[in-house]
């Protein structure tokens, strides 16, 4: 019974994705966005099946599912303790600890709202993982159609150059396409670079605005320091559409004041310090169950010295790690292979790069400021490979989309002018 009852929602899925105008209107034609959306269903079904194969005694991606299952009977029984638990906390500290990775009540919301959805689900899946997950990829789906469309603006040709970057990087699709908050936060992340650069680039509209909104307070909740990236980023690249500057220069300007700022704080303020903050994250993942790819911390201490005398390993881990010699288990070596790639593929792009207009535009630069700061943060905090590479994947496309696409369009060049 539940075989058909997932097969009826994957053709309801495949047919509703082609009749969707915010998909329809990426320019692909009706066969190609039913492929990758089925390509984006297969990834969850894929990782769904590997977690619980291989680590059955228990993973988050069916912990959550187990939770949605426990939050339905709750909403049987019980559908106003069921919202009401949304906004309680049960911590003696109450409501503190907001930026804490663990024993927190907002470390537990993420968990909590996506508990509660995948117990609305369960009206309809009965409970079963896969279809839970079918249900959540035809959501998070529209986060990848939401970069391409911002990508396809940019760049008028190599459509399939943009596909692969937005759609098709492994590790991109395999960890957003799970029952879990990275799902969510790639599909927030896509959502508001849509409507921050439509804004910006046909005009503000109410629309837009309650959609960033949505976005970025979904993104505060579910990793908040993702959406503190975000607001440098946000204020530089919207300098950059009426300063009429170089956007590199204006970026950089506007990071350098937010960290003058911060200094400032500090020195009015002698307790606010954010470094503490992020050394607190770090004791927190330390905290927690060692994994079997974990390797040893940096030692930080809370002073700018430390910070800088450690960027190198820090830069090491969020950006280089895992290498094929140094791969903590097997499950890590096709990861450390896709990396390679990417490392050599963005060298290539150096050696070969021109300048020219497409390839300047300042929302890339937004793109790779926050990605930047998101992949050194975690190789200060996050002492885990397997964690590293999750927390990566969902900022590739932004990395490797416009590598993808200056590759594609060079190589495409250079057989046109040899033919």
């Given at each position: 019974?539940?075989?058909?009852?997932?097969?009826?929602?994957?053709?309801?899925?495949?047919?509703?994705?082609?009749?969707?105008?915010?998909?329809?209107?990426?320019?692909?034609?009706?066969?190609?966005?039913?492929?990758?959306?089925?390509?984006?269903?297969?990834?969850?079904?894929?990782?769904?099946?590997?977690?619980?194969?291989?680590?059955?005694?228990?993973?988050?991606?069916?912990?959550?599912?187990?939770?949605?299952?426990?939050?339905?009977?709750?909403?049987?029984s019980?559908?106003?303790?069921?919202?009401?638990?949304i906004?309680?906390?049960?911590?003696?500290?109450?409501?503190?600890?907001?930026?804490?990775?663990?024993?927190?009540?907002?470390?537990?919301?993420?968990?909590?709202?996506?508990?509660k959805?995948?117990?609305?689900?369960?009206?309809?899946?009965?409970?079963?993982?896969?279809i839970?997950?079918?249900?959540?990829?035809?959501?998070?789906?529209?986060?990848?159609?939401?970069?391409?469309?911002?990508?396809?603006?940019?760049?008028?040709?190599?459509?399939?150059?943009?596909?692969?970057?937005?759609?098709?990087?492994?590790?991109?699709?395999?960890?957003?396409?799970?029952?879990?908050?990275?799902?969510?936060?790639?599909?927030?992340?896509?959502?508001?670079?849509?409507?921050?650069?439509?804004?910006?680039?046909?005009?503000?509209?109410?629309?837009?605005?309650?959609?960033?909104?949505?976005?970025?307070?979904?993104?505060?909740?579910?990793?908040?320091?993702?959406?503190?990236?975000?607001?440098?980023?946000?204020?530089?690249?919207?300098?950059?559409?009426?300063?009429?500057?170089?956007?590199?220069?204006?970026?950089?300007?506007?990071?350098?004041?937010?960290?003058?700022?911060?200094?400032?704080?500090?020195?009015?303020?002698?307790?606010?310090?954010?470094?503490?903050?992020?050394?607190?994250?770090?004791?927190?993942?330390?905290?927690?169950?060692e994994a079997?790819?974990?390797?040893?911390?940096?030692?930080?201490?809370?002073?700018?010295?430390s910070?800088?005398?450690?960027?190198p390993?820090?830069?090491?881990?969020?950006?280089?790690?895992?290498?094929?010699?140094?791969?903590?288990?097997?499950?890590?070596?096709?990861?450390?292979?896709?990396?390679?790639?990417?490392?050599?593929?963005?060298?290539?792009?150096?050696?070969?790069?021109?300048?020219?207009?497409?390839?300047?535009?300042?929302?890339?630069?937004?793109?790779?400021?926050?990605?930047?700061?998101?992949?050194?943060?975690?190789?200060?905090?996050?002492p885990?490979?397997?964690?590293?590479?999750r927390?990566?994947?969902?900022?590739?496309?932004?990395?490797?989309?416009?590598?993808?696409?200056?590759?594609?369009?060079?190589?495409q060049?250079?057989?046109?002018?040899?033919?």
């Amino acid at each position: 019974m539940l075989y058909l009852l997932f097969a009826i929602y994957f053709v309801a899925g495949c047919y509703l994705v082609n009749r969707i105008p915010f998909i329809k209107n990426t320019g692909l034609d009706s066969a190609a966005i039913s492929m990758l959306f089925i390509l984006k269903v297969c990834a969850g079904l894929l990782i769904g099946w590997m977690s619980q194969k291989y680590y059955p005694q228990g993973n988050d991606y069916w912990n959550l599912n187990t939770a949605g299952q426990k939050e339905y009977q709750l909403l049987l029984s019980d559908p106003a303790l069921f919202f009401k638990e949304i906004f309680v906390s049960s911590y003696p500290n109450g409501y503190e600890g907001f930026f804490n990775a663990v024993g927190t009540y907002w470390n537990d919301l993420k968990n909590t709202m996506i508990g509660k959805l995948l117990g609305v689900f369960n009206i309809f899946s009965r409970g079963n993982y896969y279809i839970n997950s079918l249900f959540l990829n035809f959501f998070g789906f529209f986060g990848h159609v939401a970069l391409y469309r911002v990508f396809s603006d940019i760049y008028k040709s190599g459509k399939w150059a943009l596909v692969a970057g937005c759609f098709l990087l492994p590790s991109t699709l395999y960890f957003s396409s799970g029952i879990h908050k990275d799902l969510v936060v790639f599909c927030l992340l896509g959502l508001f670079s849509y409507c921050l650069y439509f804004s910006l680039r046909k005009g503000f509209n109410t629309r837009y605005f309650f959609m960033m909104l949505i976005s970025f307070t979904g993104l505060l909740l579910m990793r908040n320091f993702l959406a503190i990236a975000i607001i440098p980023a946000s204020i530089g690249l919207v300098s950059c559409f009426y300063i009429k500057r170089n956007g590199l220069v204006i970026f950089t300007s506007v990071y350098l004041a937010c960290f003058a700022m911060l200094l400032l704080l500090h020195a009015l303020y002698p307790a606010f310090n954010p470094l503490h903050i992020i050394i607190q994250r770090q004791q927190d993942f330390q905290n927690l169950p060692e994994a079997s790819s974990q390797f040893q911390a940096i030692n930080l201490e809370p002073t700018l010295k430390s910070f800088f005398i450690h960027a190198p390993q820090a830069i090491a881990s969020g950006f280089f790690r895992p290498a094929v010699w140094n791969a903590e288990t097997i499950f890590l070596i096709p990861l450390a292979i896709e990396l390679h790639i990417y490392v050599l593929s963005c060298l290539l792009m150096f050696i070969l790069y021109k300048r020219n207009g497409a390839a300047m535009n300042n929302f890339l630069l937004w793109g790779l400021f926050i990605a930047f700061f998101m992949l050194l943060l975690t190789g200060y905090i996050v002492p885990n490979t397997g964690s590293l590479v999750r927390y990566r994947s969902l900022y590739l496309p932004f990395l490797m989309t416009p590598v993808c696409w200056y590759l594609y369009h060079y190589f495409q060049k250079k057989i046109h002018i040899n033919i």
